[in-house]
């Protein structure tokens, strides 16, 4: 069926916990993406991949890390989650950036 | 910095009527592709049409168009006979011009439809 999945589905968590959160794919596209969804501010990019160990940072990526050591699997890691990380988070693979993306269905992630 | 606008917060349109999104946005190159996205209640992002900038006709996927001004840096999505499944909300965007397929969203514009 959906060739993204991202896990878990909703998550509650504390403050100053470390929070990872999982985007599988099974499409075998070379890019994946993380964003964060919040009320009027759209979707933010926070990290994307290009490849397997190859990431780079978007334009919110403070207190976030990611790792790619598979071409199925992205990771999005918060340290320590802060109550402002609280949102919904997308993953999304593209095999080139010219016919849109796939999203996975999102993490809601509440801090508190 | 590069932008996608979306001015209109809320919408409203009543069934069967049609109703336009609008969208703006930035950019200094000349060769790009657009998007709109929905994202109904179940919070599921899809697609919902695609128009590449150097073709002059204005993409269309059944009861969806785009009225797609280059050099205005327009790109309208117009909603014909709308249904209240199309209630939801919608977002432009475009990839960056650094060439690494980072999309750009909007802010997004919630769409209700009246019955």
């Known amino acids: 069926d959906a060739g993204i999945t991202q896990s878990p589905r909703h998550k509650v968590t504390e403050t100053g916990t470390p929070v990872t959160l999982r985007c599988h794919q099974t499409?075998?596209?070379?890019?994946m993406y993380w964003y964060r969804q919040d009320p009027g501010h759209g979707l933010r990019l926070i990290h994307y991949?290009?490849?397997?160990?190859?990431?780079d940072k978007g334009e919110v990526s403070d207190g976030y890390s990611v790792s790619r050591s598979k071409t199925e699997d992205f990771l999005l890691t918060l340290e320590s989650a802060t109550s402002s990380q609280t949102s919904v988070y997308f993953c999304?693979?593209?095999?080139?950036?010219?016919?849109?993306?796939?999203f996975g269905s999102g993490t809601r992630l509440t801090v508190v | 910095a590069q932008t996608v606008t979306q001015s209109q917060p809320e919408m409203s349109v009543q069934e069967a009527e049609t109703v336009t999104l609008s969208c703006t946005y930035d950019?200094?190159?000349?060769?790009?592709?657009l998007f709109w996205y929905k994202q109904p209640p179940s919070r599921q992002m899809i697609l919902v049409i695609r128009?590449?900038?150097?073709?002059?006709q204005n993409a269309t996927e059944n009861r969806f168009s785009v009225n797609f001004q280059k050099a205005a840096k327009s790109f309208s999505l117009k909603i014909s006979d709308s249904q209240l499944g199309d209630a939801a909300m919608y977002f432009c965007?475009?990839?960056?011009?650094?060439?690494?397929?980072?999309?750009?969203f909007g802010t997004g514009t919630r769409l209700k439809v009246l019955a």
């Open positions: 128009q590449e900038a150097y073709k002059q």
């Open positions: 999304a693979i593209s095999e080139s950036g010219n016919y849109g993306y796939t």
């Open positions: 950019t200094s190159e000349s060769d790009y592709y």
């Open positions: 965007a475009r990839p960056s011009t650094a060439g690494t397929y980072k999309y750009i």
């Open positions: 991949s290009y490849g397997v160990k190859d990431t």
């Open positions: 499409e075998n596209h070379r890019y």
